[in-house]
């Protein structure tokens, strides 16, 4: 069993008791430890199920590389799945539960999946992607939904807040293991600003647990002395609980503060994301311990050397009474001299070496009575929930047992892999070590900056250092030399000289033993979470999966949320050997952020509910809402759709509104409105080509409907036009395309015409329009008083500057409703005393605001197109009958050359008419009609599409435009729409003006 | 996320500080170009690994366009030109030149 020992254990306070739920038992731990560590303290070992196949997953390692012991934290606004144990600080209270089982931990039905693995090889999925339809429905898809997903998704509104930070640096350190401390001490002894993350509680990485000396102190006290004078030192910053999570381009890198996680009822935001811009950049992130693929080396038990060695000296914990080391290299007789240390048993070392003679550690371990059997290997493990022994065989041979040996933990080495990902996230290449079997930092090949200089270095273990001398050694170079990159002068002091015994060199050792057969390797692991074994890599590369990202997506290796951390490199041995190519053939798979997964809360920030796209609010914003303003979201604006009556619904009050405007007086907040001012000499020129019509020949005090086309011909914009004087035009667009249009006319102004005059400004918000609409409507302005607005002083399409009210005011006669109309600007301060103006005048001549739904409806009477429903970026202005806009004057304005492109002149494109429904009914907006016949893939030809659809009060019935086949020649024929309703809706085909046909009403 | 400075304004900013803008020097095809010409216009880019001169407009700054020469491989940085011109400067060519022998682009170098 695993259990807490009587004396040890270097980060917990046996003063601090915490207790803890798991699964709805309550535990008790101590401050400092992990999930993982007080888990096993309480005799947890089994800890999840796996993904695939449901197989019992125990705790493997001790830090980020843990694939097994993912656990759902803390309930409601608070849940949070796929927590890894392993790095979860406790807490006092903290609840966890398991994963990925049913109906309990213990007891799984979906265990079941395991005594089937046989049946589900790798590409499996893939596989089952080639079957008929109904084997789908019935057999897949269930089975699929069953297993798919690890941990739950979060059901409620995540209660915590997050936020983001930025930071300047000159030199950032990734990872305050020593070699860590060693390069951001040098650097900052150098005069650098230092920014020093390390993604644990505490600083020192494996350095205090693996022991050596440095210039003949401690290394434990090293530490201490390192973090302490870092602390100190005003130019450095060090955090703690802090992970680099991604290098980017040009110095950018994020770092990831876990500020709550350990301390939920502190106050403050759970995460804060680092946004790094750092001049130089160390990743000294260490090593991962290598798993060694045996058959049964997923029985919880089984776990990594190192881990073993971590529980029991940082946490005092004991994983297992009896612990079996199996082994390629020397470090892992560190564990079993620390375990025999711990006053536990070691029954036998199996290294799977042949040497000449023993090294140190070797040594070290024999004295201490441990039995060492070199060139032996572990054959099978016995045990389902539980190791509780190995046999024993030859490394060389195929397995046969040689003994059996009662165990209840087996620690494995297969060597270290550098952590290597933040080198790589920007380009940084690698290199093979065929020493140590690993891949390292070529350091020749650095990613670089904006400069073309190398940017990223990398010390210690992180750049293949194993040895404490040679660590230490590198970090402190390391530090001064990125000092220095930065333009600081490195101080001239010695290499500190580290003390650690001489190790022999490893073996290679990627299947045990090394002639496995097929059963032994279906049996052996490579990745835990996602139950790849080494059998499903051979297969994939039988299978002709020979790229590695193609093996990795068809056997699912490295794709859980471990990403591979232990699994990678075993794997891409597997797959060389059985393409018979060296491993640096083979290659990596890519290394991406994050290091490992940062919450999505993180990534928001602060960036959530009423901050997470500020609104933009015209002048009259808090009237529309004070009365009844249901409001609509049009680009960062919100438009009223309509003003909501007690006891009306919106339909209701969209329909007397739209009747109201036709009868009386509407008034529109139309200050959304673009408003660019264009000006300058060549202003007319200018604007004959952006607009497909002439704007050059408009007269001062005139307004013209105007429309915009893209290069590639398309309609992008529409509009009217004022000329305001001899050089200056006022350009009114739709309220989406007032910065777009904007940065249109720059771009062509400052790219391609940068030697023509022209000035535009964007004044949208500078004014606010108001839209008085109605029968009624020069009535109301007279009753203001002020300027003249009669037919004669003031005529259809023109404009004019005046006083309204005692408001300065420029009113153009312009109408997008059909109605007799006046759009008025004020200034953007004046908009809400103007609007109450208009009110109070209104009132005795039936004025009611409308919104944006009255407005469609009245623009879809009398046939006016809205670009974003008759227009999608597909559509011509010939497709909508525009042909009248469109200039045959004008040698060239944009889109004019890509309306004689082949598909542009070709007479078989939809063009715009008006529909009708036979009955009445109002079509559903974006149906299509479908014509006879079906295509290539057996559905129904289509002829035409709704482009807007509404249900016209002032008509009394459904009416709507659309784009049809031919349209225009076929005015009065009836085509069928299916609606998603089940029901097909026969429309006829019909002039798109339906209301007013002559104009009369807009111009009295 | 890239480190540019504007020739315009002389800020230097962040990536998300300007908007990328698309291949740079493009010859406009009109009315009367043929169908060749303005394919070429509309569609065709070049793509290069290695030196690549782009369009950018520092967007939250002073607005203005400007083109960069940067290496779609490294990410280096080789300079930044006003927009006003159909040609990277001498200067700028000779930088590359020196930094990427045997280089070309398009019609350039
Ligand atoms: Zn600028």
Not at chain 1, 646 to 657: I, N
Request: proline share 5%; aromatic share 8%; charged share 20%.
């Amino acid at each position: 069993m695993s259990t807490r020992l009587a004396t040890g254990g270097r980060l917990i306070n046996t003063d601090a008791p915490m207790r803890f739920t798991f699964n709805g038992k309550v535990m008790k731990g101590y401050a400092g430890d992990t999930l993982a560590s007080a888990l096993l303290a309480n005799d947890q070992m089994l800890v999840g199920r796996s993904f695939k196949y449901h197989r019992p997953r125990g705790i493997v390692a001790s830090g980020v590389e843990e694939p097994n012991a993912l656990v759902n934290l803390g309930v409601e606004g608070k849940f949070e799945p796929n927590q890894r144990a392993t790095t979860t600080e406790l807490f006092d209270g903290l609840l966890a539960t398991s994963q990925n089982h049913w109906p309990s931990l213990e007891f799984d039905v979906g265990a079941l999946n395991a005594r089937l693995s046989r049946f589900m090889p790798a590409g499996f999925y893939y596989k089952m992607f080639i079957h008929p339809r109904p084997l789908w429905k019935h057999v897949y898809e269930p089975f699929i939904r069953q297993a798919a997903g690890l941990g739950q998704a979060p059901k409620g509104r995540d209660a915590d807040s997050y936020e983001h930070f930025y930071a300047f640096c000159d030199v950032l350190v990734v990872g305050a293991g020593i070699a860590g401390l060693m390069a951001a001490k040098s650097a900052a002894d150098a005069g650098a600003r230092v920014l020093s993350l390390e993604q644990a509680p505490q600083g020192g990485g494996r350095a205090p647990v693996d022991g050596g000396q440095v210039d003949g102190v401690p290394v434990d006290k090293v530490v201490d002395q390192l973090v302490s004078e870092l602390t100190e030192m005003p130019n450095v910053t060090l955090r703690l609980r802090t992970m680099g999570a991604g290098v980017y381009d040009h110095g950018y890198v994020l770092g990831y503060e876990r500020l709550t996680d350990h301390a939920p009822d502190q106050p403050g935001p759970r995460h804060r994301l680092w946004r790094i811009k750092a001049g130089q950049v160390i990743t000294a992130t260490g090593a991962i311990e290598r798993p060694l693929s045996f058959a049964g080396n997923d029985v919880p038990g089984v776990m990594l050397a190192s881990a073993v060695r971590d529980y029991i000296v940082n946490y005092g914990v004991s994983p297992g009474d009896r612990v079996a080391v199996v082994t390629n290299n020397d470090d892992a007789y560190r564990t079993a001299i620390a375990v025999k240390k711990a006053g536990l048993d070691v029954p036998v070392i199996l290294d799977a070496r042949v040497l000449p003679e023993d090294s140190p550690l070797m040594a070290e371990a024999r004295a201490a009575g441990i039995r060492v059997m070199m060139g032996h290997g572990v054959a099978s493990v016995m045990g389902g929930k539980r190791v509780t022994g190995i046999g024993v065989c030859a490394q060389a041979g195929e397995g046969a047992v040689l003994e059996e040996i009662g165990c209840d933990v087996v620690a494995m080495s297969g060597g270290w892999s550098p952590v290597v990902h933040l080198w790589s996230h920007c380009g940084g290449k690698l290199q093979w070590d065929s020493d140590y079997a690993m891949f390292r930092p070529d350091v020749h090949k650095a990613p670089v900056g904006g400069d073309g200089a190398a940017f990223v270095r990398t010390a210690g273990a992180a750049n293949g250092h194993f040895g404490l001398h040679e660590i230490v050694g590198d970090g402190h170079a390391c530090g001064g030399l990125a000092a220095k990159a930065t333009g600081h002068t490195p101080r001239k002091t010695d290499a500190p000289q580290g003390d650690s015994p001489s190790e022999a060199p490893l073996a290679q050792v990627w299947i045990m033993p090394q002639g496995a057969g097929k059963t032994l390797r279906a049996k052996a692991w490579l990745d835990y979470q996602n139950d790849v074994k080494v059998s499903d890599v051979q297969l994939a590369a039988q299978e002709g999966f020979e790229s590695v990202e193609h093996a990795k997506r068809y056997t699912t290796l490295g794709m859980a949320t471990d990403q591979g951390k232990l699994s990678n490199i075993n794997g891409l041995a597997i797959l060389s050997d059985a393409l018979d190519q060296p491993i640096p053939q083979t290659g990596t798979t890519t290394f991406r952020p994050p290091y490992t997964p940062i919450s999505m809360g993180a990534i928001a920030g602060e960036a959530r509910g009423a901050v997470f796209q500020p609104i933009r609010r015209t002048p009259m914003h808090d009237w529309h809402e004070a009365n009844g303003a249901d409001w609509e979201p049009v680009g960062a604006w919100r438009r009223p759709y309509a003003y909501v009556r007690q006891g009306e619904s919106v339909h209701d009050a969209v329909m007397r509104e739209t009747r109201n405007t036709r009868e009386n007086l509407g008034l529109l907040d139309a200050s959304t409105l673009g408003k660019l001012l264009v000006k300058g000499p060549d202003a007319g020129r200018f604007l004959d080509m952006l607009y497909t019509n002439m704007m050059s020949t408009l007269k001062p005090g005139k307004c013209r409907y105007g429309l915009m086309c893209g290069e590639n011909g398309f309609l992008i914009d529409d509009g009217v036009v004022a000329r305001i004087d001899e050089d200056t035009w006022l350009c009114h667009t739709t309220t989406g395309g007032a910065d777009s249009i904007h940065q249109h006319m720059e771009e062509w102004l400052q790219t391609e015409w940068w030697d023509w005059q022209v000035y535009v400004a964007n004044l949208t918000e500078q004014y606010a329009q108001v839209a008085v609409v109605g029968p009624n409507a020069r009535a109301a302005l007279e009753a203001l008083g002020g300027m003249d607005v009669s037919r004669d002083a003031l005529g259809f399409m023109e404009w004019a500057d005046g006083t309204l009210g005692g408001f300065d005011a420029r009113v153009y006669r312009i109408s997008f409703s059909g109605e007799l109309s006046y759009e008025v600007a004020v200034r953007a301060s004046q908009g809400q005393a103007f609007w109450d103006a208009l009110m109070a005048v209104g009132d005795s001549l039936g004025v009611m605001p409308y919104g944006t739904e009255a407005l469609h409806i009245l623009r879809a009477e009398k046939g006016f197109i809205m670009i974003g429903d008759e227009t999608d970026g597909t559509v011509i202005p010939q497709d909508l009958g525009l042909h009248w806009a469109l200039s045959k004057k004008k040698d060239d304005y944009l889109g004019k050359r890509a309306h004689v492109r082949s598909h542009m002149a070709d007479p078989d494109r939809w063009k715009l008419v008006g529909l009708e429904t036979l009955d009445g009914s109002t079509l559903p907006d974006g149906a299509y009609a479908v014509a006879d016949g079906t295509n290539a893939n057996g559905q129904r030809n289509v002829q035409g599409r709704v482009t807007s659809s509404y249900h016209s009060p002032n008509l009394g019935k459904g009416i709507a435009m659309g784009l049809v086949h031919h349209g225009p020649d076929r005015m009065g024929e009836v085509i069928e729409f299916p609606g998603t309703d089940g029901k097909t809706y026969q429309a006829r085909i019909v002039s798109p003006v339906f209301y007013d046909a002559a104009g009369e009403k807009q111009d009295v | 996320m890239l480190t540019l400075t504007c020739p315009c304004c002389g800020v230097t900013a962040e990536e998300t500080e300007f908007h990328a803008g698309g291949e740079a020097h493009l010859t406009r095809y009109g009315p009367g170009s043929d169908d060749t010409e303005f394919e070429g216009y509309l569609f065709m880019r070049e793509n290069p690994k290695g030196v690549h001169f782009e369009r950018w407009r520092h967007v939250y700054g002073c607005g203005k366009w400007f083109q960069v020469a940067r290496c779609t491989v490294t990410l280096e940085l080789f300079g930044a030109y006003p927009a006003q011109t159909t040609r990277p400067p001498q200067a700028l060519q000779d930088t590359i030149t020196a930094k990427r022998p045997g280089w070309s682009w398009n019609d350039i170098a």
